[in-house]
């Protein structure tokens, strides 16, 4: 019995420790924070060109400001890959049977501390799948 509690102790130690998010938060591993999805720019017959309008750091937390097109009447679940010199931003519209396009200027935020070259791969997708990369850049 002595034992058990023993290792139940190490156990929640180890837990609390190194997988809590305020640990990760301070090791410097770059990770995605969120995004703040603002409201449609304009509405468009034909999609504008995705791009990366603006990159700027807060101290330790990256901000990109993305334009790019989506169906008018989104539901956006984002998701991304972060490490050194490699970001992929991952956006999908989780809303169908809308039957326009809009333009988008979001926020995408990120702990990363990494200043050398950067890649960004922005990808993409749907309800009917990946529409695919929408752009690569580089800061």
């Given amino acids: 019995m002595k034992y058990a509690v023993i290792i139940i102790a190490l156990l929640i130690s180890a837990c609390t420790t190194e997988n809590?998010?305020?640990?990760s938060?301070?090791?410097?591993?770059?990770?995605?924070?969120?995004?703040v999805h603002k409201e449609c720019v304009n509405?468009?017959?034909t999609a504008d060109?995705?791009?990366?309008?603006d990159y700027y750091y807060n101290k330790d937390t990256l901000c990109?400001?993305?334009?790019?097109?989506?169906?008018?009447?989104?539901?956006?679940?984002?998701?991304?890959?972060v490490s050194p010199g490699s970001i992929k931003l991952f956006v999908?519209?989780?809303?169908?049977?809308?039957?326009?396009?809009?333009?988008?200027?979001?926020?995408?935020n990120f702990i990363y501390s990494y200043d050398g070259e950067t890649t960004l791969e922005f990808w993409q997708a749907g309800l009917?799948?990946?529409?695919?990369?929408?752009?690569?850049?580089?800061?």
């Fill in 49 to 53: 060109e995705s791009g990366l309008v």
């Fill in 92 to 108: 999908r519209d989780t809303l169908a049977n809308c039957r326009c396009i809009c333009e988008y200027t979001d926020e995408f």
């Fill in 64 to 81: 990109l400001v993305i334009n790019f097109s989506a169906n008018c009447c989104p539901g956006f679940v984002d998701s991304s890959m």
């Fill in 25 to 35: 938060l301070n090791s410097g591993t770059p990770q995605f924070i969120g995004a």
């Fill in 20 to 23: 809590s998010p305020s640990s």
């Fill in 43 to 45: 509405l468009r017959k």
């Fill in 128 to 139: 009917s799948g990946v529409y695919g990369l929408g752009f690569e850049s580089t800061f």
